[in-house]
């Protein structure tokens, strides 16, 4: 029975995500068709930027889908109602505050990416705030296990995005224009998610919730996203620092043909997404009522692998044909860095298997594995960076290092 749930889940996060990932593939592909690759390089180095700052929000999504998990596992409703509206307060107010900061910095920010316009920094302060608010309705959800309400507001946000940002970039307004349209579904999404969230966020609408039942564990809950804050920027930083370094590093137009490639080795490392969404829940409501969650991790690491083997030869095999179809014309410059791309992302993705693993069992030691393994893949590109290929494969060695040392890492707690 769970294991029938558990593959239905699963086959509803990838079949959202699939139809989520193709709009925001169609949104990808329109950008890089539209806009010109100096434009595209500045859109690409901003998306990055935004989710590096970003980052707060990553953990708190995996804070409160632990959390909810662990008060739905024990039928904790009112525990549930008191952390939704607490925690939602605190990010908003942080959101404010992270956004009056990209303000007062925005043309120093400008200036390092070497981008003229320092409107563009404003927007991406705006996206940063919804961008924080996001992840915790999210989270709420992926911790309810509500997956159907998940997958059908990531594929409203991806189809929205794609759509406006068709008509805004048609306009005329060009990297702003792209920048608009992510904020508009962004916002809408956001406005979505609380409906099926309401019962919870407003608890005296429904009589199941005990709204006696609402003391917090805010020590346990601080612990736990202290290495959550520390494990997940550093995966982020880890497979998108190199873009950011990229733009700093290299000219506009080398700078532009490492976006192209990237996109084929982003679509590698979030194929898989909808195994860790519906792992995760999963593992920590199993983990809080004691039962054992190994089989789910090694499940997990199997489906993620043969999708991210079967993706990453197609793309070996044939270059040309998805450069054609990502950005309507085959960029020599672009076609050796393929393999390298698809190499490291299939071994980040599973890297990510593990990451979310550690932290739905609450053991966070091994997590420091992707901090120190972010702080060297920087060192070693701010000093090794004559070429693209040499950025390249520091992210292969980074990957497939951390993959080896989470496998030694399971088997040592195994044996223990």
Known sequence: MEKNRFIKNAGIMFFAGILANAFNLFFQLFMVRALSPVDFGVLNALLSLTIVISMPAGPMQAVVTKFIAAYKAHN?????HAFLVLFFKKIFILG???????LIFKTKIAGFFKIENSSLVIMLGIMMFFSALQPFNLGA???????KSLGIISIINSVLRFLLGVVMVYA???VFGALGAIISSGVIALIISFIPLRTYFFARYNKKIDLQEKELDLTAIYKYF??????????GLLTNMDIILVKHFFSPVEAGFYSVAQMIGKIILFLPGAVTIVMFPKVAENHTKNEETAHILKKCLL?????????????VIMPKFMLKMLSGAVHPECIPL????AFSMTFFALDSVFLYYHLSVHNLKPIFIFLFAMLAQGLLIILFHNSLLQILYILMLCAVSIFFLNVFNIKRAVKA
């Open 76 to 80: 904790h409703l009112g525990k549930i």
């Open 338 to 341: 393929i393999m390298p791309f």
């Open 141 to 147: 959800l992926q911790g309810l296990q509500k997956f």
């Open 303 to 315: 489906v993620v692998g043969l999708l991210c083997f079967c993706a990453s030869v197609f793309c």
């Open 172 to 174: 005329g307004f060009r």
């Open 226 to 235: 202290l290495p959550a804050f520390i494990a997940l920027p550093s995966f």
């Open 96 to 102: 404010i505050l992270f956004f009056l900061i990209i």
